[in-house]
């Protein structure tokens, strides 16, 4: 059935446009799916995008220890990842809290994000969380459907220095930078979440840092509901999310009885000097 369905959009797709579509087994899901990109188009449109990106959220945090450290744990939990990408992770200097992630793998967090942390197991779960909308497409399949398909191909066409790409890496990078900032759904969160759990777990680090940070920020949004408005437009947060974290830690058998919520963090120490840096880099 899901077969069928695949090659029913596709064959949609090819009557519109004269490009080259087709379905793919989703590496998170295992699900087929139509997908309307090639890989190589969708990391070109992340790469295409990251500057403008990059500069509207205040630019690199000007501190190179900083931004080793930052990609050092995103890479550990890259290295884990469902979909092999070449991941990139870089601290970005606006103090409003926000995670986000390209396609293709380009993942940026703030200053902002990384200030309300206490240690970095937390800095691993919204890393993990970020590379699992990447690893499940979920910025693809936003494009999919806010752009359609023969506007998408356009863009995509115009990415990584396809036909009609002098002049227009602008237009890309306005379009995928929008596509970024749009909300995830539900489902999307939960699939996220679950993977940062996932991944962040595989890669050593304890899971319960996923409920840590999400219960951080409830609690922070709770006290200055305006600075955390654009993170919970971006990625919606709510009570169910926490308790789904918080039961999935403590009832999935990759994770019952093996962790402790009260376990210190064994890198402490190297999360407090760098938060010390950032404090400096960014006064």
């Not at 469902?82 to 380009?106: C, H, I, K, Q």
Request: proline residues 5%; hydrophobic residues 40%; contains cysteine.
């Amino acid at each position: 059935m899901r077969t069928r369905y695949c090659l029913a959009l596709l064959l949609v797709a090819l009557t519109a446009l004269p490009i080259l579509a087709g379905c793919s087994v989703n590496p998170v899901t295992g699900r087929r799916e139509l997908v309307l990109i090639s890989e190589d188009q969708e990391i070109a449109m992340g790469k295409e995008a990251a500057p403008t990106f990059e500069k509207e959220f205040g630019g690199r945090v000007p501190n190179e220890t900083l931004q080793a450290y930052v990609n050092s744990v995103g890479q550990r939990v890259a290295k884990v990842s469902d979909r092999p990408m070449p991941y990139e992770y870089t601290l970005v200097a606006s103090d409003v809290p926000n995670a986000f992630a390209l396609p293709g793998g380009t993942i940026f967090i703030t200053a902002g994000l990384m200030r309300a942390m206490t240690n970095e197991r937390q800095l691993a779960a919204v890393l993990g969380h970020e590379t699992g909308h990447v690893a499940a497409r979920h910025s693809v399949h936003q494009m999919q459907k806010q752009m359609g398909a023969q506007v998408l191909i356009e863009i995509a066409g115009r990415a990584g220095g396809g036909e009609g790409a002098a002049g227009a890496a602008g237009d890309v990078a306005k379009v995928v930078s929008s596509m970024a900032l749009l909300k995830y759904s539900r489902n999307d969160e939960y699939q996220a979440d679950d993977l940062g759990i996932k991944y962040a777990a595989q890669a050593g680090y304890n899971p319960w840092g996923m409920v840590e940070l999400l219960t951080v920020l409830d609690s922070l949004h709770e006290k200055d509901p305006g600075r955390f408005d654009e993170l919970f437009q971006t990625h919606p947060l709510s009570g169910n999310r926490i308790e789904r974290a918080r039961t999935t830690v403590q009832e999935d058998p990759a994770y019952k009885g093996r962790y402790s919520l009260a376990a210190p963090d064994p890198n402490q120490g190297t999360f407090q000097r760098m938060q010390a840096l950032l404090g400096k880099a960014t006064k």
